[in-house]
C-alpha cells in the first residue's frame, strides 16, 4: 500500500517500508490499517498473511516484515515533500530488527530533500534505539498518546536526539494531565 499521495492531512505521501503489526494499546482498536490490510489480505496480494477477517473483526496475525524492493523509494521521489512513514504498520514494532530500522534511517538520512515523519506507539523501543540511529533534521519523531495511560511515550520522545518532535493525540479517548513543555 506505498502510495505517492496520501489522504491524511499533515503529510503529503506515505512510505511504507515495513508491513504488519500487533496492538499494543487502546489506541489501537481504531486501527484503519488493520482494516485495510485484512481487506487486501488474499493469495498473492500485498497484505498476505499479515492480516485476517476473524468473527471479533479484522485482526493483524502477528507477521511483520520489511519490504526491500520499497527501501529506496523516496530516493526516487524528486519532487520534495512531506512523507509518513510506515502507516501500514510501527516501525519500532518488536518485529522489526534494529539493522532494519536502521535501513529505513539510513534511506530517510540520504534522501534529504524530504521530511519524514515517523510516528510510534512503542517509545520505549524508540529510546532503547536512540543512541544507534542518525538523527539528520529531516526526521520529525512522534509518538501517539491516546489517554493518560501512555503518557511515558512524551517522556521517552523527550529523551531522544530527534530534532523535530511531534506529538498524535488521535484517538483521543480521554483526559490528559497538563503537559509541561520542559
Ligand atoms: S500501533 Fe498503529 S498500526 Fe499498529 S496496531 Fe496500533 S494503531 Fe495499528
Not at 139 to 148: A, H, L, Q, T
Request: charged content about 30%.
Amino acid at each position: 500500500m506505498a502510495s505517492q499521495s496520501s489522504k491524511i492531512e499533515w503529510t503529503e505521501s506515505t512510505w511504507n517500508p515495513v508491513r504488519g503489526c500487533t496492538r499494543v494499546s487502546e489506541g489501537c482498536r481504531f486501527c484503519y490499517a488493520e482494516r485495510i490490510a485484512a481487506r487486501f489480505s488474499g493469495k498473492g496480494m500485498a497484505y498476505e498473511g499479515l492480516a485476517e477477517n476473524t468473527k471479533a473483526g479484522p485482526r493483524w496475525t502477528q507477521q511483520v516484515r520489511l519490504i526491500p524492493e520499497l527501501l529506496d523509494q523516496p530516493l526516487k521521489w524528486k519532487k520534495s515533500r512531506r512523507i509518513f512513514v510506515n502507516s501500514m504498520s510501527d516501525l519500532f514494532h518488536e518485529k522489526v530488527k534494529l539493522s532494519e530500522i536502521q535501513k529505513v534511517f539510513s534511506v530517510m538520512e540520504k534522501a534529504n530533500s524530504h521530511q519524514f515523519q515517523v510516528l510510534t506507539k512503542r517509545a520505549d523501543r524508540l529510546l532503547e534505539y536512540n543512541s544507534k540511529l542518525p538523527w539528520p533534521t529531516n526526521i520529525w519523531m512522534g509518538v501517539s498518546v491516546e489517554d493518560e495511560r501512555v503518557t511515558d511515550r512524551i517522556d521517552a520522545l523527550r529523551q531522544t536526539d530527534a530534532h523535530i518532535k511531534f506529538l498524535s493525540l488521535e484517538p483521543l479517548l480521554g483526559a490528559l494531565p497538563d503537559l509541561k513543555t520542559e
